[in-house]
């Protein structure tokens, strides 16, 4: 798997090979003493408990810390920051949550199982074992911990592999008809490049509380018709799992957008936001980003391409880090360095980087959003300006192109897919939401407790 894949939909984080990657490049600091109180620890303090887990203040901090890239934590306003505390503490329950139930169910991962598996992350990232270790103790982190949070990102997947994604059928009719769609006489169709807002909406919410919600998401679409950037305020206040991502839900076909939002979508221009749909989740925010039209059938293009990526670290932010692309890309310009030996010596892709950059043949539904896009505008021989995707800023040049014919199984199996990811992101929602109700959650940022059984009190529970 190149590092450059995007997400897969449905997971509340990314793959594990490439969710680790990402935690190589954004490893938070240590906790650092107090300014001004040399030797002074703060006290840590609970902020939530999930049944028998709890969260900490200082877990939260860390979180919140992670999204430095996303969003301006230094510039935002203590009402802001408190906001957005409320959804990253919001997002880590219903991770507990997860956890408490694999725990439930007798979900385990051995040492044997996590060691192999983090003998993949080093492999496909170009280095030892021991090297990972390395580079994740020179970023602050302890070793244990990171195996620890690995080992919680098997368990989820493992989890919604069993309870999930395994009940999800696609029938051969349905396969049928998502190909005749797709190949039929009206074979062009439009793409549309989506991203989400949610404010949810507890089940069995009071009418107070579905008018607070919707006040909300209105508050939300007026700051957005008003110019507000869609992915910091996505970051910021939705309640949506992926949320700190921008809430992009990449590009959809019509057959893979839910029944819900197709009649709104179809009605937007690119850039528009929607009016607030209400859904049994919440009041949603849908914003086509792009749209494109392309032509169904057996074919797609394929792109041989080479590339660059740097990743903010510690000791260098995201300004620095681009511009150091910038001038490397231009001594590749100006023929000072071949496009290889600038890979070789400076990417952070270690996949890529030992082969000069090459990422092999590559089909563009496979990757970042972000990387394709520019990956599909520039020429073959061109080298593209400096972009930014999730993984860090990229330049890229594409050395050839292709059409690859895809018939029989192939295509069936891109039908199954295609169908099986969209039924996936629904079946996930209403899982984790009867999970959720059925829990014992206790917000202390919030005040508000869930009690399913009854039997425990905010008065009488404080740990």
Do not use: C
Request: charged content about 30%; glycine content about 6%; cysteine-free.
């Amino acid at each position: 798997m190149h590092f450059l894949h995007a997400p897969i939909s449905g997971l509340l984080r990314q793959p594990l090979a490439a969710l680790a990657a990402a935690m190589l490049a954004f490893i938070p600091a240590a906790p650092t003493v107090a300014q001004g109180m040399e030797g002074f620890q703060p006290l840590d303090r609970i902020v939530a408990v999930v049944d028998d887990r709890v969260i900490t203040q200082r877990q939260m901090e860390a979180e919140i810390a992670e999204l430095g890239d996303q969003v301006n934590l230094a510039s935002m306003s203590p009402a802001d920051r408190e906001r957005l505390a409320e959804r990253v503490l919001d997002r880590m329950i219903t991770e507990a949550t997860m956890l408490e139930r694999a725990k439930q169910i007798g979900i385990q991962i051995d040492d044997t199982r996590l060691n192999q598996a983090l003998n993949g992350i080093a492999q496909r990232n170009g280095l030892t074992l021991s090297q990972l270790r390395d580079a994740v103790v020179s970023r602050g982190q302890d070793w244990a911990s990171f195996r620890d949070g690995i080992r919680d990102q098997m368990l989820l997947e493992e989890l919604q592999k069993r309870e999930v994604y395994s009940q999800i059928n696609v029938s051969d009719r349905d396969i049928d008809a998502w190909i005749e769609q797709r190949t039929g006489a009206s074979a062009d169709q439009t793409e549309y490049r989506l991203a989400q807002i949610l404010v949810a909406v507890p089940e069995n919410a009071s009418p107070e509380a579905v008018e607070q919600a919707r006040a909300r998401a209105e508050d939300i679409r007026e700051s957005l018709v008003d110019g507000a950037e869609f992915a910091t305020v996505s970051a910021e206040r939705s309640d949506a799992l992926n949320a700190d991502e921008g809430g992009d839900l990449g590009w959809r076909d019509a057959g893979r957008i839910p029944t819900l939002f197709l009649p709104v979508v179809q009605n937007l221009e690119a850039g528009d936001v929607s009016e607030i749909v209400r859904s049994p989740n919440g009041f949603h925010i849908v914003k086509v980003a792009d749209t494109r039209t392309v032509t169904g059938g057996a074919s797609v293009t394929e792109y041989r391409a080479e590339h660059v990526l740097l990743r903010p670290q510690s000791e260098r932010d995201p300004e620095a880090t681009r511009q150091l692309a910038e001038e490397l890309r231009q001594r590749v310009v100006n023929g000072e360095a071949a496009f290889g030996e600038v890979a070789q010596e400076f990417s952070d892709d270690p996949g890529s980087a030992q082969r000069g950059g090459d990422l092999g043949w590559t089909n563009p539904e496979e990757l970042d959003p972000a990387f394709a896009e520019v990956m599909q505008s520039v020429d073959v021989g061109e080298i593209s300006p400096v972009f930014e995707s999730q993984f860090g800023f990229h330049f890229l040049r594409v050395n050839d192109r292709r059409s690859r014919d895809i018939s029989g199984d192939d295509l069936r199996n891109q039908a199954r897919n295609a169908i099986g990811e969209r039924r996936a992101d629904e079946e996930l929602t209403k899982y984790i939401r009867r999970l959720r109700s059925e829990a014992y959650i206790e917000n202390r940022l919030t005040g508000t407790v869930n009690d399913a059984s009854g039997q425990r009190a905010l008065g009488n529970n404080q740990r």
